[in-house]
């Protein structure tokens, strides 16, 4: 199995369930910016303790593996949980949504993207992603992300909504490292 397969299969079921969930993460700074090699989906979704079980259900055990322990404590902490598929060796990690405004604002913003000849899936919007990759950096300062977030800003010009992402940055605490890739495309030829 591809991993634009497996998004395929599991943003499938996500709908097939009305489980609400947003595709970011690598895949959405590739659909957005620029290609990248990942090995993962990362997927944000608005679940409950009943979805985890129909998840299962759709799921089928045969072909992938899921932690209802892991999936309920992620639950319980606003975490994050994973779909193993083990034959490919892939994986989606689900992020569970928490209840803030961030969250509730780009729920509201998603974008529906192909990600197939036959299949579309919700994507968070690039400012979003934007801003989640600047989080990502500000914690571990891997360089992935300020290259995820050049890419975007590169390929999608001027129809980034730049004043959205310094309002976030702002109430997130993130104009530092927002400033930082700023002088950092300002610098590039």
Do not use: C
Request: glycine residues 6%; aromatic residues 8%.
């Amino acid at each position: 199995m591809e991993l634009a397969e497996l998004l395929r299969r599991v943003t499938a079921a996500l709908e097939e369930l009305e489980i609400p969930y947003l595709v970011t993460g690598s895949m959405a700074t590739i659909a957005y910016g620029e290609p990248r090699f990942t090995r993962n989906n990362d997927v944000v979704v608005r679940i409950d303790r009943e979805d985890i079980e129909k998840l299962r259900s759709v799921l089928p055990e045969e072909e992938f593996y899921l932690s209802t322990e892991a999936a309920l404590e992620a639950l319980e902490q606003a975490g994050q949980f994973n779909v193993l598929h083990p034959r490919s060796g892939l994986k989606i990690d689900f992020m569970v949504a928490g209840s803030g405004e961030f969250d509730e604002s780009r729920f509201g913003r998603s974008r529906r993207l192909q990600i197939g000849p036959a299949s579309a899936a919700e994507f968070a919007a690039p400012e979003d992603v934007v801003i989640k990759k600047l989080e990502y950096y500000r914690e571990g300062e891997s360089e992935k992300h300020l290259r995820d977030i050049a890419g975007v800003i590169k390929v999608t010009g001027d129809e980034l909504d730049r004043s959205y992402i310094e309002e976030w940055a702002r109430r997130l605490d993130l104009e530092a490292v927002w400033r930082q890739v700023l002088d950092r495309l300002e610098q590039e030829p």
